[in-house]
């Protein structure tokens, strides 16, 4: 799979050791940086062209990392078509891809470990949009809040 990753200072550490992770398993990543850490950067600046990526098909799902996952998640979802969240548990990675179709996950560096972050990734690669009725038309109501502004 195509993943697009990205990570404030806060994230740098994290979205490094999970990128290893991700190549030594097979996927393709595009890393939107931060490279290194500048303490004074921006989360927008890195994970607006992450959301950006996955809402154009560049990447298949992207992986937010800032220290809490909270801005990360603000940040990349006011990119129309993203559906991220932060997520610090196994079920809710699984269940928010295969009820609401989220693409993006959202991780806090500073909340959660390397091995559950590592696990965290796994469980929301390997899940699957059911595309049940009731999540489409759910779905459908969250694109029609974005394609009208309110």
């Known amino acids: 799979m195509r993943v697009g990753v990205a990570g404030d200072h806060w994230g740098v550490e994290l979205k490094k050791a999970l990128t290893a992770k ?3 398993t097979g996927h393709e990543v595009l890393d939107l940086g931060a490279t290194t850490v500048v303490a004074d950067d921006d989360f927008p600046d890195y994970v607006v062209p992450l959301a950006r990526a996955v809402a154009a098909g560049e990447v298949e799902r992207g992986i937010a990392v800032c220290g809490s996952g909270v801005g990360a998640c603000v940040a990349a979802n ?8 932060l997520i610090n548990d196994a079920f809710s990675a699984r ?14 560096s500073r909340v959660v470990g390397e091995a559950l972050a590592w696990e965290l990734v796994q469980t929301f690669l390997a899940a699957r949009f059911t595309g049940a009725e ?11 809040l974005e394609g009208s502004g309110h």
């Open 22 to 24: 991700l190549r030594e």
């Open 134 to 144: 009731r999540f489409r038309r759910r779905l459908a109501k969250i694109a029609a």
């Open 95 to 108: 269940q928010g891809v295969e009820d609401d179709d989220m693409n993006v996950l959202c991780l806090g």
């Open 78 to 85: 006011k990119v129309p078509g993203i559906r991220a969240a």
